[in-house]
């Protein structure tokens, strides 16, 4: 188990190197108040003075500390000599004879074995993001420390919760130090270290009041109580590190840190250690085993291998999961292109298919929210139009006084004894006009789902497209190209459909009525209604007895002008003029339905032969002949800075990722336990 934190140091060097830490991995955050005792809990932890010191908020970075327990010089160099000796973090660094040393991430492959220099590169690095009037910031300083007399560790030390903005501190200085501190120790996977002074109320404590926020169960929890050789004579800390005032499942443990007057007497950490072991047999006994700073330094040790086992196998299963994610992404953007002309004809030929495919319904990404492609001209066909078409009325807009002026007009200066044929061919041809406008719709609303097409292939059906912006366009350029030629060809088809219908009123169609028929089943109907012929003779001399009332006839002493258009004035019709209308309607309303019948089975047919057909056959010859040109196809395949960019990105994280699998994989599972 004691190999399993170096891994975990390992893995964030991993991920470090990408510039991302897309897996939570475990570590110790420390959290406390300003000028609770952290810095020095965690020089107490290293065993030298590496921190920076001073009046007010001095840590403002995150600092990620991880501690690498090495041999001493001696036996590393007897190990570097040494023949099959596996690689680890002690001879990572050959040739370096210093017992103790660190390094910074920012500062690559320079050593710094003087640790009041690392302390100066922690003060600069700092200024460098935050500035130097006390500004805080969340990009965390990464440090390596590697000595014979640490444990192995990962901490993060926060900046201190503070309450009033000093130097060029924002308002929300507070609010921010939250956050960060809430951003860190939110994860599921970090093991929170409270440290609280001892000479202020417990129940006060902002850093177990944040630690509660997240784990209120106390599960991840461990509490330090600093500084207790300060606190007021007659008092001491043995309920609260007995866990009596506020329990803490992980445990409480007491801890001395160094004077001010000690720091500035430069008095050693081993000084102190010993000193604090003292003081803790004189006053504290029976706690004397479970206290103090070694102690300390053992029992995270301890929580952090345990932690990272039960962690380890959730761990493993993210990192594999990302695997497969990023490199599922790394395929969608494709290879580098080498063979322009192959990939130009791979590109087309596969745009091409995805288009047919949505039409004919094959596609592989079928969208669920709503209808596309075939689907949807098969809805603009049978739906769309075909209900626009049965909702005409085959008499619309036509009245009896209009039918009957066009029987009259028809005749001429004769009165007709039949019904003249002319007048029903006028009318007729008026309904059937009206089957134009939605047939000219119909092709309309097709075209403009052509179109949608092309949009819908290059979203969801050809990823590679997207990487080439300039082609892109010019694919689509060139379809709608095609789509605006066949355009105007199918508008004159189906205009000529209804032009085809009015040029020949075809009287004999087997489905059409015979005026005879109609005329004699109008006359019988109305024979029982009325009392035969006598009947109609008494109208008829009423009629030449009654004044033209009929059409609008001048009264005496008003000038005549003929060439005025008779007015028609509501009266009831006369027998005759009711039957006449009758059978004119009937006539009508059968050859109507007859050609709206036609109409609805030509129009989506012809659609379908010199639009959709005509673009599904020629689309993909229509590509290459506009676009397999050598002279553009350099131009055309020049891909975008984004897609490049990303495609390297996602290339780096696999590989960090895969680089974390290897690392994971080499810890046996008998190790673990």
């Keep these: 188990m004691e190999t399993l934190i170096p891994t975990i140091n390992r893995l964030q060097e991993v991920f470090l190197t990408v510039g991302a830490e897309i897996v939570q991995l475990p570590q110790i955050v420390v959290v406390g108040s300003q000028s609770s005792g952290k810095s020095s809990v965690l020089e107490s932890l290293v065993g030298r003075d590496f921190l920076p010191r001073g009046s007010g908020i001095v840590t403002r970075r995150p600092l990620v500390l991880q501690l690498f327990n090495v041999a001493p010089p001696q036996e590393r160099l007897k190990t570097e000599n040494g023949n099959g000796v596996k690689q680890n973090a002690q001879n990572s660094y050959p040739g370096v004879k210093a017992e103790e040393w660190g390094t910074f991430l920012h500062c690559k492959n320079q050593i710094f074995t003087d640790f009041q220099e690392i302390r100066q590169e922690i003060e600069a690095e700092t200024e460098r993001s935050s500035g130097d009037n006390k500004g805080i910031s969340p990009e965390p300083i990464y440090l390596k420390i590697f000595s014979p007399k640490v444990l192995n560790l990962t901490l993060v030390d926060l900046p201190g919760i503070t309450k009033v903005p000093v130097g060029d501190q924002p308002e929300d200085i507070e609010a921010q ?16 270290l409270a440290v609280s002074p001892a000479n202020s109320d417990l129940a006060t404590s902002d850093a177990l009041k944040l630690a509660r926020e997240v784990d209120p169960d106390g599960r991840r929890t461990l509490l330090v109580v600093s500084k207790l050789d300060l606190m007021d004579a007659g008092t001491d800390a043995l309920e609260v590190l007995l866990g009596r005032v506020i329990p803490v499942r992980l445990g409480i443990i007491g801890v001395v840190n160094r004077s001010q007057h000690d720091i500035n007497t430069q008095k050693s950490l081993e000084d102190s250690m010993r000193d604090e072991q003292a003081f803790l047999q004189r006053h504290y006994p029976s706690l004397v085993s479970r206290a103090g700073s070694r102690y300390l330094a053992k029992t995270l040790s301890r929580l952090l291998m345990h932690h990272i086992r039960d962690c380890l196998p959730d761990l493993k299963t993210r990192v594999t999961v990302l695997s497969s994610q990023y490199q599922a992404r790394l395929n969608s953007y494709g290879q580098p292109v080498e063979d322009h002309s192959a990939t130009l004809l791979q590109i087309v030929t596969k745009f091409a298919s995805d288009y047919c495919n949505t ?16 689907a949807r001209i098969c809805y603009i066909f049978h739906e769309t139009f075909g209900r626009t078409l049965q909702s005409i009325d085959p008499l619309g807009g036509l009245t009896d006084l209009d039918i009957l002026t066009a029987i009259r007009n028809a005749t001429g200066p004769r009165p007709a004894l039949f019904v003249p044929e002319v007048s029903f061919e006028l009318l007729v041809k008026r309904q059937i006009k009206r089957l134009e406008e939605p047939s000219m719709r119909c092709v309309e609303l097709v075209h403009e789902e052509l179109q949608r097409i092309i949009q819908h292939c290059s979203s969801f059906s050809t990823q590679e497209l997207l990487r080439f912006p300039k082609l892109h366009d010019s694919i689509v350029e060139v379809v709608t190209g095609l789509l605006r030629k066949r355009l105007p060809i199918t508008n004159d088809m189906v205009h000529n459909l209804v032009a085809i ?15 005879a028929q109609v005329s004699a089943s109008v006359n019988s109907q109305q024979a029982e209604a009325l009392d035969g012929g006598k009947r109609w003779k008494n109208e008829k001399v009423a009629e030449e007895k009654a004044p033209a009332t009929g059409f609008g006839s001048p009264s005496k002493g008003q000038a005549i002008n003929l060439l005025d258009t008779a007015v028609p004035v509501s009266r009831k019709l006369s027998a005759r003029e009711q039957r006449d209308c009758e059978v004119i309607q009937r006539l009508i309303k059968c050859y109507f339905l007859i050609v709206r019948k036609s109409i609805q089975d030509s129009v989506p047919k012809t659609v379908m032969h010199f639009l959709v057909n005509y673009v ?15 002279p553009l196809l350099q131009e055309l395949l020049i891909e975008s800075q ?11 994280m696999l590989e960090a990722l895969k680089k974390a699998n290897n690392i994971i994989s080499e810890i046996r599972e008998t190790h673990l336990w």
Excluded at 359 to 374: D, N, V, Y
């Design 642 to 652: 984004d897609t490049a960019q990303q495609r390297t990105e996602v290339a780096q």
């Design 177 to 192: 130090v939250q956050e960060m501190i809430l951003s860190f120790i939110s994860n599921p996977n970090s093991l929170i």
């Design 359 to 374: 039409i004919e319904g094959t596609a592989r990404h079928i969208q669920t929210s709503e209808l596309c492609g075939g």
């Design 501 to 515: 219908e009015l040029a020949y009123i075809n009287t004999k169609h087997p489905d059409f009525t015979d005026a």
């Design 616 to 630: 599904k056959e020629h689309l993909q010859s229509e590509l290459v002949g506009q676009l397999y040109k050598q």
